[in-house]
């Protein structure tokens, strides 16, 4: 078993729909971090969060420390969103990965 | 602008061959990292660097070394290339451990023949 894991896997969405990525993990963790990385290309730091709810333009991420999950939500979905999320737990000096989300939206 | 610079972007290489893989900060960051990533893995810790002048290893040291001579720098040498390291390679950095995010480059595609 991942000591973090994601669902779903893959998904595709209609434009404008709204988009959940769920992460969950087993170990004790002091921050969270999604990351985004666009097909060919360089991986791209969304949130760092430890505590709550952060919002930054149509993304949202969220964390439950006692449930040891966190979510990240798209609002009104747009192709350009197409990349594989993934998100890493922190611990001191140690970080763990996800295996990754693959979101592909469809206009 | 200030970042972290990979190079190559791209490498072909004979198996048996020496290469070295370039990292370069620019935001005084303390800690680097290299992993390298493929399909159905996801992202694999090679090693790491807490500080200048020292260096750990990850969770797939084998076949690799790396040095930390300054703050900088942190170049990744595979001695001797064979066809399992055929991967695509990131180079991170964050300001030290606790809760700073990650930098990435944008990454060394190797193909290893």
């Known amino acids: 078993k991942n000591e973090v894991e994601q669902s779903p896997q893959n998904l595709t969405a209609q434009e404008g729909e709204f988009i959940t990525i769920n992460c969950s993990y087993s170990?004790?963790?002091?921050?969270l971090h999604w990351l985004q990385q666009h097909p060919g290309g360089g991986i791209v730091s969304l949130f760092m969060?430890?505590?709550g709810k952060k919002k930054h333009g149509r993304l949202i991420a969220t964390i439950n420390i006692q449930e040891k999950h966190s979510s990240l939500h798209i609002t009104a979905s747009h192709p350009r969103d197409s990349a594989v999320y993934i998100c890493?737990?922190?611990?001191?000096?140690?970080?763990?990965f996800g295996p990754g989300t693959s979101l592909s939206v469809i206009p | 602008i200030a970042g972290i610079t990979q190079a190559p972007t791209s490498q072909i290489l004979a198996a048996g061959r020496r290469m070295t893989l370039r990292c370069t900060q620019d935001?005084?960051?303390?800690?680097m990292y290299w992993y390298r990533q493929d399909l159905g893995l996801g992202l694999r810790l090679i090693h790491y660097?807490?500080?200048?002048?020292?260096?750990g290893k990850g969770e797939v040291p084998d076949g690799y070394s790396v040095s930390r001579a300054n703050t900088d720098d942190f170049p990744l040498t595979l001695a001797s290339a064979v066809p399992s390291q055929t991967s695509v390679y990131f180079c991170?950095?964050?300001?030290?451990?606790?809760?700073?995010?990650?930098?990435f480059g944008n990454g060394t595609r190797l193909t290893v023949t």
């Open positions: 890493a737990g922190f611990s001191y000096d140690k970080v763990i």
């Open positions: 969060l430890s505590s």
């Open positions: 991170a950095s964050r300001p030290g451990p606790y809760n700073s995010p990650l930098h």
């Open positions: 170990v004790g963790i002091s921050a």
């Open positions: 935001m005084r960051h303390n800690a």
């Open positions: 660097s807490n500080t200048a002048g020292t260096t």
